[in-house]
């Protein structure tokens, strides 16, 4: 063949290729929608659960994003025809009995394209928007205040039926569970830019544990009910004027009033309130930390998506490609050898430019596939090489240069 003929038989497949992604593509675009869903569950899985949620800046961006999810969906679905039509093109320069792989080829190497994106989807996908989008000091400070405010609504729940010794119990084991995870301390409120959120979490607590007094105590210790309430509103109103100390001072004389509710009970009451602060300390402390929000755009996220599937898709498809390669001639196994340890840096600086963060797993998740899929690479090459110096004796089969 010409160089002309050549030509015009790699644009006869490009177009074969690009009529087939424009066909699947259009199909994938009724289902655009769910597919993008599914594409972007790691990415909500890692936010917080009450920001689960992506924004889009202009009008037109939901409409580009579905569009190019069925193009890429389109490209996806493409593969075993972009595959047939490179084994098309090289053949010709292949042995009559290599050509027979036609069809192993193009079903390796599109379940290799599958397990590529499959490996990325479930094993580095989630590990990476965690890394990303998650301050691991703030992630555990929220999940133990979340524990914590769930005994504490426990023990509030135990001296709202009467059971004031039970809810003194579990409050004080929260209590020590939150100073020996550093979660919370008693004492006076730090003058911090969160101040303002601890005191504001003070006073919610002490609403609930007031409702819960109501409650477990009755008619009796109304009175002295109404006093701490009254307690609590000129806390409010402290508050409401940035006076934090005085805000915090009326809360504590609330608190010290309402222990006076139940004599025998004291120190249950006294505890309770002692937790509730710990947990208005803590929750001001998460917000100190966590005071940066992601706000995540759905064209970013789609982009960065699918280049991390598509980029583990040809990945995995290396050790085919070097085998296609060493059937033609073009490479042999050992010139791959010889040059392994360049390969590896080459596979390493690729894994650390294609991976969005620094971290030594997600890396490791691109850089080990892509060393491990170069070696398998090398072996298929020094296969065939053994095979087809074992024909060539036998048959006196010469490589014919058709291509």
């Given at each position: 063949m010409s160089l002309s003929e050549h030509l015009t038989e790699l644009r006869s497949r490009l177009l074969k290729c690009t009529a087939a992604v424009l066909v699947l593509g259009a199909v994938a675009l009724v289902f655009a929608k769910p597919i993008f869903?599914?594409?972007?569950?790691?990415?909500?899985?890692?936010?917080?659960?009450?920001?689960?949620?992506?924004?889009?800046?202009?009008?037109?961006?939901?409409?580009?994003?579905?569009?190019?999810?069925?193009?890429?969906?389109?490209?996806?679905?493409?593969?075993?025809?972009i595959l047939w039509q490179i084994w098309g093109f090289?053949?010709?320069?292949?042995?009559?009995?290599?050509?027979?792989?036609?069809?192993?080829?193009?079903?390796?190497?599109?379940?290799?394209?599958?397990?590529?994106?499959?490996?990325?989807?479930?094993?580095?996908?989630?590990?990476?928007?965690?890394?990303?989008?998650?301050?691991?000091?703030?992630?555990?400070?929220?999940?133990?205040?979340?524990?914590?405010?769930?005994?504490?609504?426990?023990?509030?729940?135990?001296?709202?039926v009467g059971d004031a010794e039970r809810a003194g119990k579990l409050a004080l084991e929260t209590s020590k569970a939150l100073k020996a995870e550093g979660v919370g301390q008693t004492g006076e409120a730090t003058r911090t830019p969160s101040e303002r959120v601890e005191l504001e979490a003070r006073l919610d607590g002490m609403?609930?544990?007031?409702?819960?007094?109501v409650d477990g105590f009755g008619a009796p210790a109304r009175s002295v009910l109404r006093q701490a309430v009254e307690k609590r509103a000129e806390a409010v109103e402290a508050y409401a004027k940035e006076d934090y100390a005085g805000a915090a001072k009326a809360m504590d004389e609330g608190a010290s009033l309402l222990a006076g509710v139940a004599p025998t009970r004291t120190e249950e009451l006294a505890g309770l309130w002692r937790l509730e602060k710990e947990l208005a300390l803590g929750k001001a402390r998460y917000v100190a930390e966590a005071w940066t929000r992601p706000m995540l755009t759905m064209g970013e996220q789609l982009s960065l998506v699918l280049l991390l599937i598509l980029s583990f898709g040809i990945i995995f498809e290396l050790p085919l490609v070097m085998a296609l390669l060493g059937l033609v001639g073009v490479v042999r196994a050992g010139w791959l050898m010889k040059y392994q340890r360049h390969a590896f840096v080459v596979c390493l600086i690729a894994a650390a430019i294609l991976t969005p963060t620094g971290d030594v797993v997600n890396l490791s998740l691109m850089a080990g596939p892509m060393l491990l899929c170069y070696e398998l690479g090398v072996l298929a090459v020094w296969l065939i090489e053994r095979r087809r110096s074992k024909q060539e004796p036998q048959t006196g089969i010469t490589p014919t240069p058709g291509a």
């Open positions: 869903g599914i594409l972007m569950k790691p990415v909500l899985d890692a936010l917080p659960p009450e920001g689960r949620a992506l924004v889009y800046t202009s009008g037109i961006e939901e409409i580009n994003v579905l569009m190019k999810v069925g193009v890429y969906c389109g490209i996806f679905l493409t593969t075993p025809v090289v053949s010709p320069g292949l042995y009559p009995e290599e050509r027979r792989y036609a069809g192993p080829f193009v079903m390796m190497g599109t379940l290799a394209f599958l397990v590529g994106a499959l490996f990325c989807y479930f094993a580095v996908l989630p590990s990476m928007f965690k890394f990303l989008l998650n301050e691991e000091e703030s992630t555990a400070l929220s999940e133990r205040l979340d524990v914590g405010r769930l005994r504490a609504d426990d023990a509030l729940r135990f001296l709202r609403g609930r544990l007031l409702d819960a007094s």
